[in-house]
C-alpha cells in the first residue's frame, strides 16, 4: 500500500510541472488541458474495465458529485498555476488535509478538539508566508487565492471518495468522475471561448511537445493515480489517506526545482515547515481518537 501511495503522489506531482509549461510556454487555456486530460481518462477506463462498469441511479449521482467536485477543484487549480510558481500551487493545493475534519463535522457530525484549531491557524500561517514575497504586506497573489479554494474543494473530494467507494461499484465511479470532470472542463471552455473571446489555436496542437504532454497528464497523472486513489481510499481511512498525501508537495517542490529552476529560500522552508506542522498535528490527533 505504501508503494502505491508513493506512485500516486509522484504522479500527482507531475501535474503542476506539465501544468505550468502548458499554461505559460505554449499558452494552451485551462479548460482545454482539463477537457482533454478527463475524457481521455474516461475513454481509457471505458476500454480497459467496460465488463466491470455498471450503472444505477446511485452511482451515477455519486459518481457525479465526486467528478463535478474534481472538475471545479481542477479549475480553480489550474487558473492558480497561471499566477503562482508550481511549488506555492503544490503546497496551497496540499491545505486541504486541514479541512478534512471539519468536513466529516459538517456531514457526520464528528467533534473538532481545540488542537485541531491550532493547526489550522498554524498551517495558515505557513501558507502567508509561502504565498507573499514580502513578510511586512498583507496581500496574497490572486493565483494563490484559487489554490485555497482548489484545496477547500478538494477535501470534499477525498470525503466523499472514502464514503461512496464502500458503497458503490469501484469501477462504476472511477469512469462517471472521468467524465463528470471531462464535462465540468468543456462547461469552462464554452465559457471562456463566449464570455471571454479566448481562440483555440488548433494548429498548435498538433505540435509534438503538446500531445505528448496532454497524454502524460491524461494517463499517467489522472488515469493511473485517480484510479489508484479509488483503490486506496476504499481500504483506509480519509485522514490515513490525508497522512499520506504530505507526500505530494514534496514531490511537487523537488520537481520544480529540478525542471523549472525555481528558488528555495529560508522563507519558503520556513512556509512549507508550519504548513506541514498543522496538517500532522491535525491528522495525528484525529488518528488517536
Not at 461499484?169 to 462547461?187: H, P, R, V
Not at 505528448?212 to 493515480?225: D, M, N, Y
Not at 483503490?231 to 480519509?238: A, M
Request: charged share 10%.
Amino acid at each position: 500500500m505504501l508503494i502505491i501511495l508513493i506512485i500516486i503522489n509522484l504522479l500527482w506531482a507531475s501535474t503542476f510541472i506539465f501544468g505550468k509549461v502548458l499554461l505559460e510556454d505554449h499558452n494552451l487555456p485551462v479548460s482545454l488541458i482539463i477537457s482533454f486530460r478527463f475524457i481521455v481518462a474516461g475513454i481509457t477506463v471505458w476500454l480497459i474495465f467496460r465488463k466491470k462498469i455498471s450503472f444505477s441511479k446511485n452511482v451515477v449521482i455519486k459518481g457525479s458529485i465526486i467528478g463535478g467536485i474534481n472538475g471545479l477543484a481542477m479549475i480553480f487549480q489550474l487558473v492558480g498555476l497561471q499566477y503562482t510558481s508550481a511549488s506555492n500551487s503544490g503546497f496551497l493545493t496540499a491545505t486541504y488535509i486541514l479541512l478534512l475534519p471539519f468536513v466529516e463535522k459538517l456531514f457526520w457530525k464528528n467533534k473538532i478538539k481545540k488542537t485541531v484549531i491550532l493547526s489550522v491557524t498554524t498551517a495558515f500561517v505557513g501558507v502567508y508566508l509561502l504565498s507573499v514575497s514580502d513578510i511586512g504586506t498583507f496581500n496574497f497573489n490572486i493565483g494563490d487565492i484559487y489554490t485555497i479554494a482548489c484545496g477547500v474543494t478538494f477535501a470534499f473530494q477525498v470525503m466523499f471518495i472514502s464514503h461512496f467507494t464502500k458503497e458503490e461499484n469501484l469501477y462504476s465511479l472511477i469512469f462517471i468522475q472521468f467524465i463528470a470532470s471531462a464535462i465540468m472542463g468543456f462547461g469552462y471552455l464554452a465559457y471562456e471561448v463566449f464570455v471571454f473571446g479566448v481562440e483555440i489555436d488548433i494548429a498548435a496542437m498538433l505540435d509534438p511537445t503538446i500531445i505528448s504532454s496532454l497524454v502524460f497528464l491524461a494517463i499517467f497523472a489522472t488515469f493511473i493515480p485517480f484510479s489508484l486513489q479509488f483503490y486506496v481510499q476504499k481500504r483506509i481511512s480519509p485522514t490515513a489517506a490525508g497522512l499520506a498525501y504530505l507526500m505530494e508537495p514534496i514531490f511537487t517542490v523537488i520537481l520544480a526545482v529540478i525542471f523549472l529552476s525555481e528558488g528555495f529560500g529560508w522563507q519558503t522552508f520556513f512556509g512549507i515547515l508550519l504548513i506541514l506542522s498543522g496538517i500532522l498535528m491535525v491528522n495525528i490527533k484525529k488518528k488517536s481518537h
